[in-house]
């Protein structure tokens, strides 16, 4: 049929078969706006537009709905370059993180305008409330309208010695992602690349006997299929992390075993989506089902299925895996003697937690576009680890490594869920094997069933003496790692390195066995281990202040480290190899504490009738950065006109990383941040760099920028010496952009004129590596008040309070958004997030509207972020790491605000209303 | 395509042949498409017939047009006025994206036993108008996603008689933790110096449909508002829903929550006597 609407004031006349969905057609316009967070359930709201005025969901529309309508998307919002007054309010207010859902966010928000020129926070919260975002926990967006009202929003700055670093400036990519120009991968995949649609094992446990695609084969533009006949044989590991990495080499492209649902069995790849789908349907595969393991107390019976054998599962670094047995690996360690310290103690507490599969939910899936190109693959995809996906499709596909170019392209939130090659690896595989572009974007089912958080079981076991001073704590974490084993090692250990050294306990230790289970695969998400661990811990001790009868506060400041405790436990937390004790270089800790102590005990409880409160607190660290392992690299250029470009490698996921390396150039070179354009993570134009997770953005990448500013700094200041013929001792770099002595100075325009002209020295370019046996530690104490609902079960958080030792935050307003989109996170978490099986291993809530995620309802009536300056001699610019300490204080906080209003202890996520209920009646 | 047509007046559904699946605002059928599980329906889309768009006024009724949408109940304030649980509970249903399609007769006929706009239809004594008949509402479901609806019988108008009576909404847990806390309370009563009277009460979402407590109603009959009354109204609620879970806990907390909302919803009223 024939429609004709009107698009951004354009008329568009169409010919559309009336079953077409109105997102696909937008997008088939070239409009990037409207995104697809869900798989087309109405729950996301990513796909909004203005029908008539109306908000809707474009993916619950149909072609003929559309007839004779006028239709508005945010490409309509902007004219020209200049961009609508909703759009530069987003940018002032800093709530733009990955921008994959703010598009949508900034149509629903004109379209309360629309109706009401001063909304109140309930017409606020209502209006919002169909967009889903997963990075900034919408607490900025309020101050979207307050900026719309012309207040200024003042955040407040730090570092009064600098001019750019604590300051609060735009994000460096803000205005693409406000205006919907091309910055994702799905952006950029040509007409005529190929879909993939994956087949996936319907089965946990099976080995494939045959498996027949002749019938597939034969249908009409299907072009390529890929099974474990013809796929590449090389065992890899998924997990990008520095090689050699510290997980087992367990995985195939398409295996010939397959261990849980979900299991890739053959890959299509077709002229659409629907049509790889249909034919994938016609692949017959004959399997042995095996005995699946979903427990890992099945998982460690001597007779126990076995999932993978010794030849299939490769272990690089020997880190006690015992595959026969279904064990990843074992590690244990610890300094004094847990025996001795509980025969000091006055008070002794051992009580074990359980957390689940849990699941990322980045509101743009996994996709991947790969082509070759005069001989080369090349792969655009939403990764966190650029170079590591390049070397490990060049290791799958036994290419050299200068074969393969991998680009990070805009990421629509990664939290851990793109550390690993998750797709790139078929991708590139198809995309090399048969010669033809290939684009694959898993659909929020699959996000939901291939990967997630471990599910950990944690024994803490601490005692103390009389007066709080905590002689010994002990850790014992079993974790259900699933199928395969990236990060298996490394994500239930990061929980032991990062709450153990909080405390100057002489005796600690820890024991930590990964098992391998026919579940889901797991790996890194935000937090790596320390969300859970950290609940484990904060709640022991809190347990044994209640025992002890001593308030918690008092027991922690007996036992916190401060700057420069000697932390000799690190010695003995490498991953997979000694680590380094460390003398911590600074610490804010405890005036993290005494802050929010102070502003909580301003808040009274009240209790009414069955509504009961309490309050709560937790502390925390982080890392930085994994030191002694990973590395990060830039290079920096001067422009002919005396403008800078910057390189890095680091691959910004929304977090701000870019913004921050260009912060810190800038004010090492004493320009404003304008004078430097970033290019990032393209392993062909830009150096190496880890990427992007361990914490390692802005101390790492940030470090770097740094190090290359600073050569830039030398040869600026040498090559001016040369020209003006003084010894370099005598040349200076000022403000704005100038060189020279007291006498004379050069511009930096003239500088580059000089230098780039015929009888210069060419181009100035200066790089730097960074790589440290130190970095700083990152320091937190969240605070809560709850309300529990003790006819219901039904909690509330209240209020919230955070404080964090981030050294110097180098952007106030990203640093805030970080933290406010961890603790909502985290919320979910606590309350409600859980990945639910049947007995066949069957995800029973693999979408949104049986897996919800916490929408800006959510939000408590109160939260506050704020922080605590704090120098470190390691680097001049301390940017210490936010993003993944923010996750490991609401669970314990508000774990503990409920013990306090109830007396009740809750040990296992999630806290749902039924569970609350059940501890309140059996108390 | 054939099988999709589109119909834009009343009259022309006598026109159609084959049996069909009636599409308005489609919110509840579209996510169903994409799986493939309507791939055999012969769609007609009853979006565009404008009659069944309105609302009007009578002299003892209001007659809502099929077609009205959540969004439209929550802006034209004859809903306040005379149909307040059924205003109440489009203020909570969705997202605006989602009540901007939502229809009051896509939600019946769904037949969801957590439709939002069900428990206030109950209470508010509304009558199913179809092309073929009028019923009470009371007789219009027969189980979860079941009516009493035939083969190409469409909802054409639902009828609510304007009586001078209060009537609420609330539920509880939207979006939290799955769909298993999703508990809704309805109810209706004339306040005649302090004395409850015609009382209706609805719950939805703990049963196979919507239910009328009756016991509660006949508890509250004639009573005077009062603490101990509401603690009691809640105890007899709680006993009269009927949640089909799998987990014993997951029942005892759904109603629980059905005690607990009723008693927010007459609390509230309470203060305002006072
Ligand atoms: C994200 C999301 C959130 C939702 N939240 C809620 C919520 O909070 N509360 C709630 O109650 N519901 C909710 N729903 C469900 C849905 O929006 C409602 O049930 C809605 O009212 C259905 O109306 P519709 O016009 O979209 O129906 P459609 O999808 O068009 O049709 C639904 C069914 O009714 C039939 N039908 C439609 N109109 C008629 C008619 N006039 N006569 C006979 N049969 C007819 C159709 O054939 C179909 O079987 C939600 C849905 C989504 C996607
Ligand atoms: S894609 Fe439309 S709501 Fe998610
Ligand atoms: S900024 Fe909202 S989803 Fe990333």
């Not at chain 1, 704090?870 to 508000?894: L, Q, R």
Request: proline residues 5%; charged residues 25%.
């Amino acid at each position: 049929m024939k429609i004709k609407f009107k698009l951004n004031q354009r008329t568009v006349e169409i010919e559309t078969s009336p079953d077409r969905k109105v997102l696909d057609i937008l997008k088939e316009l070239g409009i990037n706006s409207v995104r697809k967070g869900c798989d087309e359930e109405g729950k996301c709201g990513l796909c909004s537009i203005l029908l008539d005025g109306k908000i809707v969901n474009s993916c619950l529309l149909l072609a003929p709905q559309i007839d004779g309508c006028e239709i508005t998307t945010v490409e309509g919002l902007s004219k020209g370059n200049k961009l609508h007054k909703i759009q530069q309010a987003f940018i002032e207010a800093g709530v733009v993180q990955c921008g994959y859902c703010t598009p949508a966010q900034i149509l629903a928000v004109k379209n309360l305008l629309d109706r009401t020129k001063n909304p109140t926070k309930e017409e606020i919260q209502d209006a919002l409330r169909g967009v889903y975002c997963r990075c900034t926990g919408y607490k900025q967006l309020y101050n979207v309208f307050e900026i719309l009202k012309g207040r200024k929003v003042k955040e407040q700055e730090y570092a009064r010695h600098y001019k750019v670093v604590g300051k609060v400036t735009p994000k460096n990519d803000a205005i693409q992602l406000v205006r919907a120009d091309d910055a994702f991968t799905e952006d950029y995949v040509a007409p005529d690349a190929l879909h993939i649609y994956v087949l996936k094992s319907p089965y946990p446990h099976a080995e494939i006997l045959d498996i027949d695609t002749s019938e597939a084969e034969k249908m009409d533009g299907v072009e390529f299929i890929l099974t474990h006949k013809n796929s590449p044989k090389t065992f890899y590991t998924q997990a990008g992390q520095s090689y050699p990495e510290p997980s087992p080499y367990d995985q195939q492209v398409i295996p010939k075993k397959v261990r849980f649902v979900g299991d890739r069995v053959a890959a299509v790849a077709a002229r659409t989506y629907e049509l790889a789908k249909k034919a994938a349907e016609k692949i017959k595969v004959k399997y042995k089902i095996l005995k699946p393991v979903f427990t890992i107390e099945e998982a460690s019976q001597p007779d126990a299925p076995i999932i993978h054998d010794r030849d299939t599962s490769i272990d690089p670094l020997q880190v006690g895996g015992n595959p026969k047995r279904n064990i990843v690996c074992h590690v244990e360690g610890g300094i004094g003697s847990i025996e001795k310290g509980v025969k000091e103690a006055d008070m002794l507490v051992e009580e074990s937690y359980s957390t689940p599969f849990i699941q990322h939910t980045p509101m743009e899936p996994h996709t991947a576009y790969a082509y070759m190109k005069n001989g080369r693959l090349i792969i655009h995809t939403s990764v966190q680890t650029p170079f590591h996906v390049r070397r490990i499709v060049s290791t799958i596909l036994g290419l050299p490594e200068n074969k393969v170019r991998v680009i990070k392209e805009k990421v629509g939130g990664g939290f851990g869920a793109k550390q690993d090659c998750g797709v790139e690896d078929l991708v590139g595989t198809i995309a090399y094997l048969s010669g033809k572009p290939v684009y694959y974007r898993m659909t929020r089912r699959e996000e939901f069933i291939v990967r997630c958080r471990p599910g950990l079981y944690i024994t803490v076991k601490a005692a103390a003496k009389k007066d709080g001073k905590i002689t010994a704590l002990s850790i014992n974490t079993k974790a259900d790692i699933g199928a395969y084993g990236p990060h298996a090692l490394t994500v239930p250990m990061n929980g032991c390195s990062k709450t153990l050294p909080l405390f100057t306990c002489p005796n600690m230790s820890y024991n930590v066995t990964s098992y391998y289970t026919n579940n889901i695969v797991s790996g890194a998400y935000q937090g790596y281990g320390v969300p859970q661990t950290n609940f484990a811990v904060m709640m022991t001790l809190y347990q044994l202040s209640q025992k002890l009868k001593i308030p918690f506060e008092d027991l922690l400041f007996k036992n916190l480290v401060k700057t420069g405790t000697r932390l000799e436990i690190l010695k003995q937390l490498g991953e997979g190899r000694e680590g380094l004790a460390q003398k911590l270089s600074s610490c804010g800790l405890q005036e993290c504490l005494k802050k929010g102590l102070k502003v909580m005990r301003t808040w009274k409880n009240k209790n009414k009738g069955h509504i009961v409160q309490g309050k709560g607190f937790a502390i925390a660290m982080q890392g930085s950065g994994i030191p002694g392992l990973d590395s990060a690299s830039a290079t920096i250029t001067m422009l002919s006109d005396g403008t800078f470009m910057l390189y890095i490698g680091g691959a910004d996921l929304g977090t701000g990383e870019e913004t921050v390396a260009q912060k810190i150039a800038a004010e090492e070179l004493g320009i404003s941040p304008d004078a430097i354009a970033v290019t990032a993570a393209d392993t062909d134009t830009t150096p190496f760099d880890k990427g992007s997770y361990a914490s390692s953005g802005t101390f790492f990448t940030g470090s770097a920028a740094y190090k290359a500013a600073r050569n830039m700094k030398k040869l600026i200041i040498k090559t001016t010496a040369d020209i003006l013929k003084v010894k370099p001792s005598q040349v200076k770099i000022y403000p704005g952009g100038k060189v020279g002595t007291s006498k004379k100075r050069l511009t930096f325009k003239k500088l580059a004129f000089i230098t780039q002209g015929g009888s210069g020295v060419g181009q100035l370019t200066a790089s730097g590596g960074y790589v440290t046996e130190v970095s700083p530690i990152p320091y937190a104490a969240h605070f809560c008040q709850v309300s529990v609902n003790t006819r219901t079960g039904f909690v509330k958080v209240d209020k919230y309070y955070a404080v964090h030792d981030c050294g110097i935050p180098i952007n106030p307003d990203l640093a805030k958004g970080q933290v406010y989109g961890a603790i909502m996170k985290t919320i979910g978490h606590t309350f409600y997030e859980k990945l639910e099986f049947d007995k066949n291993g069957r995800c029973l809530n693999d979408n949104f509207t049986n897996y919800p995620i916490p929408g800006i309802r959510d939000l408590p009536e109160f939260m506050e972020v704020d922080f605590v300056e704090v120098k470190d001699p390691i680097t001049p610019y301390v940017g210490k790491s936010i993003g993944e300490i923010a996750c490991n204080c609401a669970s314990p906080a508000i774990a503990i605000a409920i013990h306090q209003a109830t007396g009740i202890y809750l040990r296992h996520w999630p806290f749902r209303p039924h569970v609350v209920l059940e501890a309140l009646n059996s108390k | 395509m054939e099988k999709f047509i589109k119909i834009s007046k009343l009259a022309d559904l006598k026109k159609i042949k084959n049996p069909v699946k009636f599409l308005a605002g489609g919110t509840d059928i579209y996510p169903l498409l994409k799986d493939g599980f309507l791939e055999n329906e012969f769609f007609c889309d009853i979006s565009g017939i404008k009659e069944l768009k309105e609302t009007k006024i009578k002299k003892d009724v209001l007659e809502i047009g099929a077609l009205v949408t959540f969004s439209d109940v929550i802006e034209n304030p004859v809903f306040k006025k005379y149909a307040n649980a059924l205003y109440e509970s489009a203020l909570v249903m969705g997202s605006p994206q989602i009540r901007n399609r939502a229809t009051l007769g896509g939600n019946i006929a769904n037949a969801s036993p957590s439709g939002d706009s069900i428990p206030p239809l109950f209470v508010l004594k509304a009558k199913i108008k179809t092309n073929l008949r009028t019923v009470d509402i009371d007789r219009f479901f027969m189980g979860p996603k079941k009516t009493i609806l035939k083969k190409n019988e469409l909802i054409t108008r639902i009828i609510i008689p304007k009586e001078q009576k209060e009537s609420y909404f609330m539920k509880v847990g939207p979006r939290k933790a799955l769909a298993i806390s999703k508990v809704s309370v309805a109810m209706a009563f004339k306040m005649q110096k302090g004395v409850l009277k015609d009382v209706r009460v609805a719950l939805g979402a703990v049963g196979p449909t919507v239910l009328r407590a009756k016991k509660t109603e006949d508890f509250l009959e004639g009573k005077h508002l009062s603490d101990r009354i509401i603690k009691k109204a809640g105890e007899i609620v709680s006993s009269e829903a009927m949640p089909i879970d799998d987990f014993r806990s997951l029942a005892v907390y759904r109603r629980k929550v059905a005690g607990s909302i009723l008693e927010k919803i007459l609390e509230g009223r309470l203060k305002w006597v006072r």
